[in-house]
């Protein structure tokens, strides 16, 4: 009996661990300054990390930037979409 509860305690646990390894974070970010957009991509990666650590340093935000030269004022709005991969 002892035979087949070694093994699957052994196989339990490991089906429960977190998986550390390499991961990438890809972000692709929108920004639109009076109505005019450009795109630009960047990666991250993590090494040695599980999938949820990796996940809470890839984060998405929004934020808007507003500049005045001279008479002019522009404003950009920046969208960073990040996926964990």
Known sequence: MKKIFIPLFVIA????????????????????????????????VYGHVTKREATSNCLSRKWTQTSTFGNTTYTTDNVEDCKVS
Request: charge should be positive.
């Open 13 to 44: 646990a490991l089906s429960i661990t977190s998986c550390r390894k390499s991961r990438t974070c890809t972000c692709t970010t929108t920004s639109t300054t009076n109505g005019t957009g450009s795109t630009s991509t960047s990666v991250d």
